[in-house]
């Protein structure tokens, strides 16, 4: 037996553990090394795989560091201007109610220009899911303070660290939403381990058949990390998300209706 041979037989149908799924794109990823947003692509992908509804989801991207989110996963998508995501899902899912829509949105997309337009989304109860992923600054733009900014956090519109007196308190976007008769399932996610992104891909998963029963938004709010917007390492932003995101920006479930 040569070596080629050997190698087919161990990579055969049979043998295979894990492999790529073919709704995330072969191509090159445009994002920061220790970017969340790379992981965040690749569990919607895998679940958008396992339920086999590849023909059938819409995404909407957004204006930030994703929206080119459209070059990494095969699905048909369209593109929001800043902050309206939330709108043209509501007129998506409402004229084609047969598709899985979903909005992928940044904290500086969603929880700022487009906050008044996830507010009413979530208030009507539109039959979309929503991923929020909060990493607490402006990344695409050079690293400016967001609405999700924490109190003393240094960026670069807050070099002595952000000052809550003058420029009001971290919005808690899934608190706020929680809230609203027209969401159905809320929750605050990360992906920084094996672990967690099998939390997430649940929940991902659970949004999704949630909008096959027209009850109500779902919310999955991601924290990540922004190595190049916090100036640090990968390994430093991990850290630094736990030891500081989490614990104003807890983990789990708010809401599940």
Same mark, same amino acid.
């Given at each position: 037996?040569?070596?080629?041979?050997?190698?087919?037989n161990?990579?055969? &149908? &049979?043998? =295979?553990v894990?492999?790529?799924?073919? =709704?995330? *794109?072969?191509?090159?990823?445009?994002?920061?090394p220790?970017?969340?947003?790379?992981?965040?692509h690749?569990?919607?992908? &895998?679940?958008?795989?396992?339920m086999?509804?590849?023909?059938?989801?819409?995404?909407v991207?957004?204006?930030g560091?994703?929206?080119?989110?459209?070059?990494?996963?095969?699905?048909?998508?369209?593109?929001?201007?800043?902050?309206?995501?939330?709108? *043209?899902?509501?007129?998506t899912?409402? *004229?084609? #109610?047969?598709?899985y829509?979903?909005?992928y949105?940044?904290?500086?997309?969603?929880?700022?220009?487009?906050?008044?337009e996830i507010?009413?989304?979530?208030n009507?109860?539109e039959?979309? =899911? =929503?991923?929020? +992923?909060?990493?607490?600054?402006?990344?695409?733009?050079?690293?400016q303070?967001?609405?999700?900014?924490l109190?003393?956090? +240094?960026t670069?519109?807050?070099?002595?660290?952000r000052?809550?007196?003058?420029?009001?308190?971290?919005? @808690?976007?899934?608190?706020?939403?929680?809230m609203?008769?027209?969401?159905?399932?809320?929750?605050?996610?990360?992906?920084?381990t094996p672990?967690? +992104?099998?939390?997430?891909? @649940?929940?991902i998963?659970?949004?999704?058949?949630n909008?096959?029963?027209? @009850?109500?938004?779902?919310f999955?709010?991601?924290?990540?990390?922004?190595?190049?917007?916090?100036?640090?390492? #990968?390994v430093?932003?991990?850290?630094w998300m736990? &030891?500081?995101?989490?614990?104003?920006?807890p *983990?789990?479930?708010?809401?599940?209706?």
């Amino acid at each position: 037996m040569t070596a080629t041979t050997e190698l087919k037989n161990i990579i055969s &149908e &049979e043998n =295979v553990v894990y492999k790529k799924t073919s =709704v995330l *794109l072969d191509n090159e990823m445009h994002y920061c090394p220790g970017c969340t947003h790379g992981v965040i692509h690749k569990a919607i992908a &895998e679940v958008i795989d396992d339920m086999g509804i590849q023909e059938k989801t819409i995404g909407v991207s957004p204006v930030g560091c994703s929206v080119l989110a459209y070059n990494y996963l095969d699905i048909d998508w369209q593109q929001a201007a800043h902050g309206r995501a939330p709108a *043209l899902a509501t007129a998506t899912s409402r *004229l084609m #109610p047969e598709k899985y829509v979903f909005t992928y949105q940044g904290d500086g997309d969603l929880a700022s220009i487009g906050c008044a337009e996830i507010m009413h989304a979530c208030n009507r109860g539109e039959s979309i =899911v =929503v991923f929020f +992923v909060n990493n607490a600054i402006y990344g695409m733009t050079g690293g400016q303070m967001a609405p999700t900014t924490l109190e003393g956090q +240094v960026t670069a519109t807050s070099p002595y660290g952000r000052d809550c007196q003058t420029t009001g308190f971290p919005m @808690k976007i899934s608190e706020m939403v929680a809230m609203l008769p027209g969401t159905r399932f809320v929750t605050r996610e990360s992906a920084e381990t094996p672990g967690a +992104v099998r939390k997430l891909k @649940k929940a991902i998963r659970k949004g999704f058949e949630n909008t096959r029963e027209n @009850k109500g938004i779902s919310f999955i709010e991601i924290v990540g990390t922004c190595s190049s917007g916090w100036k640090m390492s #990968p390994v430093q932003s991990n850290v630094w998300m736990k &030891e500081n995101m989490f614990p104003y920006y807890p *983990l789990g479930t708010l809401k599940d209706e």
